[in-house]
């Protein structure tokens, strides 16, 4: 089966560095996306990875390992604003995105 | 980038009446479309996928007949809840699919409906 999974909430202090992880298990692969998704808000794109390696946009950067079926969102300098869910969405090989239930992102000050 | 509207934003509705969502794609031509469903803190729920010229593909548990979609053109796609219901309240969000790779989805602001 397809199978997402991701801390269901994680808390950081403003300013600070926060990883969150993702590991899944999917029917074919063609690449996975992390969105954002503020309360009440439709997700919004961050990154794309297809290959392994990590991908630097800004104060986001996203990591993939394909053999291990995992990866992370590095958040840089994080600001209030970076409060919000990110839900991570790989590929499957019809590119139908699996979508979990995301990982709920609190910045404290 | 690619933008996707929806409308309405939001939308109140007595129950057992029924309720139109469109979804159009502004700067480019969609041939797939996704409806999802999202209830509060919950993760989207893929209902159905729209292809443009033919029948939607509904995930397993949606009733086809209580919730039609319709992709008459490369720029909309339309949802209608019929029959509402007050546990059909929630939030509706659709995505119309890149036409290069990586196939990325674009999202539409949403649509909360509320039936009362």
Redesign the interface.
């Known amino acids: 089966g397809q199978n997402i999974d991701q801390p269901t909430e994680m808390t950081a202090t403003e300013g600070a560095i926060v990883q969150i992880n993702c590991t899944y298990q999917t029917s074919g692969f063609n690449g996975l996306f992390w969105y954002q998704q503020h309360a009440g808000e439709a997700p919004t794109f961050l990154s794309y990875n297809v290959l392994d390696g990590l991908e630097e946009k800004g104060r986001f950067s996203s990591f993939l390992s394909r053999s291990k079926g995992y990866s992370y969102l590095l958040l840089k300098e994080l600001q209030m604003k970076d409060s919000a869910s990110y839900l991570c969405a790989p590929m499957d090989s019809n590119y139908q995105l699996i979508w979990g239930a995301g990982t709920k992102l609190i910045i404290k000050p | 980038g690619a933008v996707v509207s929806q409308h309405p934003s939001w939308v109140i509705c007595k129950s057992g009446t029924s309720v139109k969502i469109e979804c159009r794609s502004l700067d480019f031509q969609a041939t797939t479309m996704f409806w999802y469903r999202q209830f509060p803190k919950?993760?989207?729920?893929?209902m159905a996928?729209s292809n443009e010229g033919s029948k939607a593909t509904y995930e397993q548990g949606v009733e086809k007949d209580k919730f039609l979609i319709n992709h008459a053109s490369l720029t909309l796609s339309t949802l209608t809840v019929t029959s509402a219901h007050p546990e059909d309240s929630s939030?509706y969000?659709c995505s119309a699919?890149g036409t290069r790779e990586?196939?990325?989805?674009?999202?539409?602001?949403?649509t909360?409906l509320t039936v009362t």
């Open positions: 919950q993760s989207l729920m893929l996928t939030f969000i699919r990586p196939y990325e989805q674009y999202f539409g602001p949403g909360r």
